[in-house]
């Protein structure tokens, strides 16, 4: 064997590997590789050739390739990013050619040698190249280049959705019908893959791009917009637009399909979240939109179990009921409307009523603290026009009033999932809730009589109001309610609206009798069964002499009529039209007895003293004279010195009010006692118990005064009372002073 | 001024003129009705004995047929007369 000297083999080495002098390009023929191999096989040098060759590549990535293609990236600002990254990719590419051949050479040198060390673990040293250039690059990455990466991406995204901007103009470059950036992009991207750095290096910044690209998307595709489904149609966006661009981006890569799977699957659970998540935050919107927002509720609905957000959906909701309903701000008639849109959409949601029941139980919690809940649905429930508890009326299902209906889950609402939309009616759970709305609402109180009572006390205000008003509206309704909550109990209202109906009848009778004398006033009467009425608020009136020997003509008309039976006329009740005529206008109103008094008074003796008039009318001057300010205000008196009423013939332009029917003052007194004055006068029955027993025992807890009434006083009565009643009750009694509250006890003043 | 009254709605109760509230024998109000009948008034009158006492028509017929042997008053034992007043 020739012996070769080692400093020819250096030669040699160097011609097919002239990195080892630092410098390119190899050029040598097949010949003078082949020999040199030979040579470095005769001396076993081949691993300490692949060693230096390695370390040179190694060297030159670290020291040179690298830091020049991150420069780039802090290039000037005004050089756009998208060319920042393609001269970047240029010339890493460049670079990464070279170093290719150098690992071709290296590797025919193994192959002639037979020698096969791996090299960072790879049997392919092409890979080992790849490894090296990442791990270097990665190495010298800083957080900062990846908004490079983003913008490139970003810039040639919009270049891509250019259908959506109906611009023809280039984001890129500006020019019209540009061809040429897709291009630059397109093999840019081949680039990348060729070194396989198309992941790892734009992964992060494609995906977080991409998020953002989305939520941009479904944020302006609906916002606010509760009556179409979107879900379909961004599925189809998300293929046409996103998906079809990766594809392109990845087109000429091999782990391409796994790739595009991999964020297909990311990004349609992303869309899912973020779609549901805005949906979810409008949530409240769209509740009280219903049923217009029915779109936007199926589109929750069918996402939901494609997401984990249930738990957020709870929150959020409840946060959103409690900020924007359930406070002092809103009123209760709004908060029953939106409590029954709750109803209605969260049924929807979730047809196992599970999500219903978390939700509104602090909305039940609310409405039983109001008083006037009772009132509202009485009087929704009533109201002209389209209405949603009038509608649940009319549906006429009967009252459930089972208490426990809404306690008694003992499912557990955080494992709750919404029905699949296309569950079979088999499926509906075994447990049916009470879904029906008034059920609902009823049970918040969990009292039939309550409610009803509400609605006689509404229905003795109205008939009273306006004698006139649609009794064959009114019975037919009262027929829907007693097909809900039963005969027996609505049998008082049955009895007013018949006393309506016979008054009318009666005094048509009454005036026809040639004995009755028609004077002056034209007169009506409504004659009512007061056992069958609510208790009439009791006031005090001394009506003009004119009226009374009209009332007196009317009641011996009744006392003809109707053997045995007269009449005891509440003055103070009724509703009197009047029509003041003025030397400039002419008044035409709807008042109370009382105020039409005063001005007949007026009528007669243009002024009055405040005693004379209270005396005369029998009412005390305090009320008296809230009841003249009615007149003040509409500028027909004026109190000319303390305490003395003059009647003001000329108005001046200033004071003048409109001239409409005003009954302000007289609509808004109900003429009933309200519930609270007959409970009030029912406890003070118990007032005397009350006090004995802290003459006795000195100081007493609200808890022990409820026992022992409940013990002695109430035994065998049918009275109930609960706690919060006798609070407010022994409440008042502090305010009067006859009680003392204090450490939690009770006890008598001294 | 002129003031005219065009139409005066006034709310009056009704009542029977009796010595008492409550009929003697059902214990109801007499402005009420027995506790056969729904309505009062017409469709529950009240009658008056000689006696001057005076009940439901309907009670009063129901205990006088309870009575078969002496048709007396529930209130004051007489022999029950219905005064035609
Ligand atoms: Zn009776
Ligand atoms: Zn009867
Ligand atoms: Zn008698």
Same mark, same amino acid.
């Given at each position: ?80 990013? #998208? ?253 029953? /409307? ?118 006689? /006390? ?95 003509? #009317? ?143 000195? /100081? ?51 | ?85």
């Amino acid at each position: 064997m020739q012996e070769v000297d080692v400093q020819d083999a250096w030669i040699f080495i160097n011609k097919i590997f002239p990195i080892l002098n630092s410098s390119y390009p190899t050029v040598y023929t097949k010949e003078e590789f082949y020999k040199a191999a030979k040579i470095i096989k005769e001396l076993n040098l081949t691993c300490f050739v692949q060693d230096m060759v390695i370390l040179k590549i190694e060297t030159s990535l670290r020291k040179s390739i690298i830091p020049k293609f991150w420069s780039h990236f802090k290039s000037p600002e005004n050089i756009k990013p #998208f060319y920042k990254f393609l001269k970047a990719i240029d010339s890493l590419y460049e670079d990464y050619s070279k170093l290719l051949e150098v690992i071709n050479a290296l590797d025919m040198l193994r192959n002639i040698n037979n020698f096969d060390k791996p090299i960072m673990g790879e049997m392919n040293i092409k890979n080992s190249l790849k490894l090296m250039l990442k791990s270097t690059m990665f190495s010298q990455h800083h957080t900062s280049y990846d908004k490079v990466i983003s913008y490139f991406y970003e810039e040639a995204l919009l270049l891509e959705d250019m259908d959506s901007f109906s611009s023809k103009q280039c984001p890129i470059c500006s020019l019209l019908d540009c061809s040429n950036c897709e291009t630059l992009f397109l093999k840019a991207n081949g680039k990348l893959i060729e070194m396989s750095l198309l992941g790892p290096l734009t992964d992060q910044a494609l995906t977080d791009l991409i998020y953002y690209y989305i939520n941009m998307h479904i944020q302006k595709t609906c916002k606010d917009n509760f009556d179409t489904s979107y879900i379909e149609s961004f599925e189809k966006w998300l293929d046409r637009v996103i998906i079809t661009w990766l594809k392109k981006i990845y087109c000429h890569s091999e782990v391409s399909d796994r790739s595009i799977a991999d964020f297909d699957k990311k990004l349609r659970n992303y869309l899912y979240n973020t779609y549901t998540k805005i949906r979810i935050n409008q949530l409240f919107n769209i509740i009280i939109e219903y049923p217009d927002s029915l779109a936007a509720l199926e589109d929750i609905k069918i996402c939901l179990p494609k997401t984990d957000l249930k738990q957020y959906l709870i929150k959020k909701l409840q946060q959103a009921v409690e900020t924007r309903l359930l406070h002092l701000g809103v009123s209760t008639s709004d908060v029953l /409307t939106a409590y029954v849109a709750a109803i209605r959409s969260l049924r929807f949601l979730d047809p196992s009523g599970l999500l219903l029941e978390v939700i509104t139980q602090p909305i039940h919690q609310y409405l039983r603290s109001r008083e006037d809940t009772v009132r509202c649905v009485v009087s929704s429930l009533t109201e002209e026009g389209p209405n949603d508890l009038a509608e649940e009326l009319v549906r006429g299902e009967t009252v459930l009033c089972d208490e426990n209906t809404i306690q008694d889950s003992d499912e557990n609402w955080e494992t709750w999932t919404p029905e699949s939309s296309d569950h079979q009616p088999s499926k509906i759970p075994a447990t049916k809730r009470s879904s029906d709305i008034i059920s609902m609402l009823v049970n918040v109180y969990g009292s039939k009589e309550l409610f009803v009572n509400e609605y006689r /006390t509404l229905l003795a205000d109205r008939l009273l109001c306006q004698y006139s008003c649609d009794t064959e509206k009114e019975i037919r309704y009262l027929e829907l309610l007693k097909l809900r909550f039963g005969d027996s109990q609505l049998h008082y209202c049955e009895v007013m609206l018949k006393d309506i109906v016979d008054s009318k009848r009666i005094n048509q009778h009454i005036k026809q009798d040639p004995n009755y004398k028609n004077q002056e006033i034209p007169i009506s009467t409504m004659i009512v069964s007061a056992q069958f009425w609510p208790p009439f608020k009791e006031e005090k009136l001394e009506l003009h002499p004119k009226l009374l020997t009209q009332f007196e003509s #009317f009641t011996k008309g009744f006392e003809t009529l109707k053997g045995s039976r007269t009449l005891c006329w509440k003055n103070h009740l009724g509703i009197v039209d009047l029509e003041i005529e003025l030397s400039s206008r002419t008044l035409s109103l709807s008042v109370s007895p009382v105020h039409a008094t005063i001005m007949m008074h007026f009528q007669d003796s243009n002024r009055w003293t405040l005693n004379d008039l209270s005396k005369t009318m029998q009412v005390p001057p305090t009320v008296l004279r809230r009841k003249i300010g009615f007149w003040q205000s509409h500028g027909l008196l004026v109190e000319n010195e303390q305490d003395i009423f003059l009647l003001k013939e000329e108005t001046s332009e200033d004071n003048i009010v409109q001239d409409n029917i005003i009954i302000e003052d007289y609509e808004s007194e109900s003429a009933m006692a309200s519930a609270q004055d007959q409970r009030d006068e029912e406890l003070q029955t118990f007032w005397s118990y009350i006090v004995g027993m802290l003459m006795n025992l000195d /100081t007493l807890s609200l808890e022990r005064i409820h026992q022992m009434l409940k013990m002695f006083a109430l035994q065998g009565s049918s009275v109930e009372y609960n706690i919060h009643e006798l609070k407010i009750f022994l409440d008042k009694k502090v305010r009067e002073h006859q009680l003392i509250h204090s450490n939690g006890l009770y006890k008598l003043p001294k | 001024m002129k003031l005219t009254i065009k139409n005066w709605t006034g709310v009056a109760t009704w009542k029977w003129v009796a010595n008492d509230d409550n009929c003697g024998i059902c214990r109801m109000a007499f402005d009420g009705c027995c506790p056969d009948c729904k309505l009062p008034g017409d469709d529950c009158p009240l009658v008056w004995g000689q006696c001057s006492h005076c009940f439901h028509m309907h009670c009063i017929v129901k205990w006088l047929q309870s009575q078969p042997v002496n048709q007396q008053c529930p209130m004051c034992r007489q022999e029950w007369k219905f005064n035609n007043k």
